[in-house]
């Protein structure tokens, strides 16, 4: 049975990538046992030599002890949602070293998996990290968190990367769901290896030429094609058809433990199947938002607790219900936010933050709710207005606290009045022009206006467009 693990670190000198939830090499563990019937009560834990195992009746979740690797997850008859299979590659990682039951009751169960840095180590990675999973009464589901620590006496180090990631069973999920949009059957995993596919300007570009399922030849599959923004990125997952469609979902709460703000493009499902959160990333922006620790520098971050959804319908109807259940389960984890559960004295419930509001003077008035204690700086845009607002001091933030700043004056800039603009400053390219994909790379999940902008390879239809001279050029 393949693990799946709850922390994967991979250090680069002084650099860092942090990968939750990361398929790791095949372990045997003991079989857990079935379930218990969905009418029981409470949640129960059982801890083993080498494993835990956590059950609410609903939902079963199996992790290595005291690596952190979730081994299994069972749900609606399903022995394993989770991609398992002998000789699998070790893709690295961190494992933890103290394992420790925060609390068990039969309203709910936390674990924590932690280890910290030894500098006696080589490549001991800078941080003490603390992996959390929490399983409540009667919840269809688990929620993940993690609490980052750098002490002002170790050395200094970048975060790159910082992600939950899911692989999941491969020959049980098939229909992948990224928004109302974009969803459908998906290849597998195995179309993108040559000969049955090849690789084009970037390796996660793949043109699929011979896939085990005609309908995907001569499709591109790259796992930015279903990236999204932050604001729009609080659902995802896979369905699995046969006699029960099973519905895995990785639900986004909020984007207050998110880097990059609310226009943050990032990756979400993908060919594998997988389903990612990202909760730090450099993907569309570079090494401008690599997380960077000072040496001597004390850092500590909360990410998380995010919410794996399962759903099943035993009736066999569409996989939109269990869409749009997902949906509906979205919405009700983000009203229930601050969560009151978690254990963690660093994850501040709602009477621990504030609130900031104002009237900013060019459109409407604000309120911010839900504000951990701390200082923030405050940046404001409108849409179709130039420029940026930015409050001159920083905002300070109390428990408890509420915030009024007043009104709030934004200049836009500007030298004199408008003579021309190209396009409308709204922080969106929705307006420009979008050519043709080629047809030899097109995707027929991108064939609407709203999505053919997602199609591979559109920088390169300039030429196509233009052969000989830019017509905009002044010989033109």
């Known amino acids: 049975m393949a693990a799946v693990q709850i922390l994967q670190i991979a250090a680069i000198t002084s650099s860092l990538v942090l990968l939750l939830l990361q398929p790791v090499a095949a372990t045997m563990v003991p079989p857990a046992p079935a379930p218990r019937a969905r009418g029981s009560v409470g949640v129960t834990l059982h801890v083993q030599r080498h494993q835990v195992l956590v059950d609410n009746g609903v939902v079963q979740v199996s992790v290595s002890k005291p690596q952190g690797q979730i081994t299994g997850v069972r749900y609606a008859g399903e022995r394993n949602l989770l991609h398992f299979g002998e000789g699998d590659e070790n893709s690295g990682g961190l494992d933890s070293t103290e394992f420790r039951v925060v609390s068990s009751s039969e309203e709910q169960v936390e674990l924590s998996f932690r280890s910290t840095y030894d500098p006696s180590r080589f ?155 990202m909760f730090l990333g450099t993907h569309y922006v570079g090494n401008d938002i690599v997380a960077k620790i000072d ?128 396009g409308v400053p709204d922080r969106s390219a929705a307006e420009f022009f979008i050519p043709d994909p080629n047809p030899k790379y097109l995707s027929k999940l991108f064939l609407t206006r709203d999505n053919k902008y997602r199609q591979y390879g559109l920088w390169d239809r300039y030429a196509d467009l233009y052969p000989r001279t830019d017509p905009s050029s002044p010989s033109e």
């Open 295 to 422: 040496d001597g520098e004390h850092w500590k971050k909360v990410m998380g607790p995010v919410f794996i959804y399962l759903n099943s319908n035993p009736s066999r109807g569409s996989f939109q219900a269990l869409w749009e259940d997902a949906k509906a389960q979205a919405e009700a984890e983000a009203r229930k936010w601050p969560y009151t559960f978690p254990e963690s004295p660093d994850f501040h419930k709602a009477a621990e933050r504030g609130s900031v509001t104002g009237r900013l003077l060019v459109r409407d008035n604000f309120a911010i709710g839900n504000v951990l204690a701390g200082e923030y700086n405050l940046y404001a845009w409108v849409p179709g207005i130039l420029g940026d607002y930015m409050y001159a001091a920083s905002v300070t933030v109390s428990a408890g606290g509420a915030v009024s700043l007043g009104d709030l004056v934004f200049e836009p800039p500007r030298s004199g009045p408008t003579l021309w603009e190209i």
């Open 123 to 277: 490549n001991s990675v800078r941080l003490t990290v603390d992996k959390r999973l929490v399983m409540l009464r009667g919840s269809s589901g688990f929620y993940c968190y993690a609490i980052l620590e750098h002490a002002d006496n170790w050395p200094a180090l970048n975060i790159t990367e910082t992600r939950l990631a899911f692989k999941l069973n491969t020959a049980r999920f098939n229909y992948m769901a990224v928004s109302d949009g974009i969803q459908r059957y998906m290849p597998r995993a195995a179309d993108r290896d040559p000969p049955r596919g090849k690789q084009l300007a970037y390796k996660e570009a793949v043109l699929l030429l011979n896939p085990l399922e005609p309908q995907f030849r001569g499709e591109v599959d790259d796992k930015y094609q279903y990236s999204l923004d932050n604001k729009d990125n609080k659902v995802h997952g896979w369905i699995g058809g046969g006699p029960v469609p099973v519905g895995f979902w990785v639900i986004t709460p909020s984007n207050e433990f998110k880097s990059g703000g609310p226009l943050k493009r990032e990756l979400t499902s993908h060919v594998g199947p997988t389903s990612l959160t």
